[in-house]
């Protein structure tokens, strides 16, 4: 880390050193900004010299900084997940960074409060660190080195599930791509905007503009949509691979599974099986028309972060539906996915098409308004009511999608049509149960069952349940809660 701390540090300063050789020149601004860059690559050093860490029975202490002391302790009975990632940085010298989080943290960048990382160990240590804290191993007193190293061997593993190359082919579906290809637009029009440059003026770009001006409009529609699509699948493809390369799930003796992947930055992430309180099954319609769908688990103190943490929780990246229903019922030891879903009531449906006519007949009628006013033409509000099939569509698509079913421990629901998610949580997991009637929803008869949990979303939802059936659904779901309260009519 002394070879890479400070060039990381220097690239971070860039802005500011070429701003204060650029602009100061002939004054002291210049010696400003190097002093800077120099003040950051000395605390950077100063931090990898310093940094000490040690594991007692109780806990994790870790304490760095040479001028400003930072000293943080994490219980051991506290640890929730133990997180290794080997970023290239790290991979260049057999490093890793080992991330101790105690539960959920903030939405940010960076590590939230209740994380601790250790950046950075070697690959052996970060191992031995993740055995040791997930399976409460205790420090025997006097065998501890001179970080608080002892020796625990990694249990042997058996395999749940692998990736397979052929689901290369799920990849263009995912359409992870668009992100990709929307930053590079956003990029380059700013730096275009910000340099007064017009880039269709210059090179090939000029070339192909003029000869895209001499064609149809629709022929300049088609082939730009099948660049845009072949960009976005081999973006999507590249994103895959990059991800999801070597991905292995594997379950540990004790009751622990252990997810790896990653090609350039390899990620190792571990789930106590007795936090684990379910999965959720995910079909982006995309996916769903391909016959895919992905996995993620349901487990209480899992981190959810953007970034790096992304998809911690990830137990299949997509795959075919079968292998994907396969592996849910392996890792909750019951076929949730499989099960027979009993549908929801003909309001159900009503209320669908009509939210989903709605929500198109609502913009067209006021781009109509905006028409007879003038401020318009008419195509818009003649294009909104093109729409109107596919949302009928979309509605009745969407009352297809609803079910829900009780699977021995777990409760199993399923909605959305874009995005369609089957979602099994553990009854016994549940912190109570919530029954919710819309003004609407009383006038249908229908209620909308939440069963809340301290894991994932927090609550999931049974959507436009009959009312006789929603509460029978609750009381079966949390026995006992809500009898009480029930009447029962002879």
């Known amino acids: 880390m002394l070879l890479i701390r400070p060039v990381l540090d220097l690239v971070r300063s860039l802005p500011v050193l070429v701003g204060a050789l650029l602009l100061g020149s002939g004054n002291n601004w210049q010696w400003i ?6 003040l950051t690559i000395a605390t ?78 070697t690959r052996a240590e970060a191992q031995r660190l993740r055995t040791l804290l997930l399976h409460r191993k205790t420090v025997a007193s006097g065998s501890a080195g001179p970080a608080g190293s002892v020796d625990v061997t990694a249990p042997p593993e058996q395999l749940v599930a692998a990736v397979d190359r052929k689901w290369l082919r799920y990849a263009p579906f995912t359409l992870s791509g668009i992100a990709v290809v929307g930053a590079i637009l956003g990029t380059i029009y700013h730096f275009a905007h910000e340099l007064n440059l017009d880039p269709v003026r210059y090179g090939p770009l000029r070339d192909l503009f003029s000869r895209v001006t001499q064609e149809p409009v629709w022929v300049t529609v088609v082939f730009a949509a099948i660049g845009l699509l072949v960009l976005v699948s081999v973006l999507s493809v590249g994103g895959y691979v990059l991800s999801f390369w070597n991905f292995r799930l594997t379950r540990e003796p004790g009751g622990t599974l252990h997810i790896r992947r990653g090609l350039i930055t390899t990620r190792s992430v571990s789930i106590e099986e007795d936090r684990l309180r379910g999965v959720e099954l995910k079909e982006p319609l995309p996916l769903r028309i391909a016959g895919g769908a992905k ?53 159900a449906l009503n209320r669908r098409i009509t939210r989903a006519l709605t929500s198109v007949l609502v913009p067209a009628a006021g781009l109509f308004l905006l028409a007879w006013a003038g401020a318009l033409p008419d195509w818009p509000w003649q294009l909104a009511l093109v729409l109107v099939p596919f949302a009928v569509l979309v509605g009745w698509d969407r009352y297809r999608t609803l079910g ?28 109570g149960i919530v029954v919710t009637r819309s003004w609407f929803q009383r006038r249908a008869g229908l209620v909308t069952v939440v069963a809340p949990i301290a894991a994932g979303r927090g609550h999931y939802h049974v959507v436009d349940v009959g009312e006789s059936d929603g509460l029978a659904l609750a009381d079966a779901t949390v026995p006992g809660l809500l009898t009480p309260f029930l009447v029962v009519n002879s």
């Open 404 to 431: 829900h079913a009780l699977v021995g421990r777990y409760l199993v629901t399923r909605s959305g049509s874009l995005a369609r998610q089957t979602v099994a949580v553990r009854r016994d997991g549940l912190t």
């Open 295 to 347: 996995c993620v688990a349901v487990a209480a103190g899992l981190r959810e972060g953007k970034g790096a943490d992304k998809g911690g929780g990830l137990l299949l990246p997509p795959a075919p539906l079968a292998r994907v229903r396969e592996v849910a019922g392996e890792v909750l030891g019951e076929d949730v996915a499989g099960a027979v879903l009993v549908r929801h009531p003909r309001q």
């Open 44 to 121: 950077g050093i100063s931090h990898c010299l310093t940094s000490r860490y040690r594991i007692t029975a109780t806990q994790v202490e870790w304490r760095t900084g040479l001028l400003l002391r930072k000293q943080r302790a994490v219980p051991r009975d506290r640890i929730r997940t133990v997180d290794v990632v080997s970023e290239p940085k790290h991979r260049l010298f057999s490093l890793a960074a080992v991330r101790i989080g105690t539960g959920r943290h903030s939405q940010g960048k960076g590590p939230g409060k209740d994380e601790l990382v250790l950046d950075a160990v």
């Open 33 to 38: 900004g190097l002093g800077f860059t120099a």
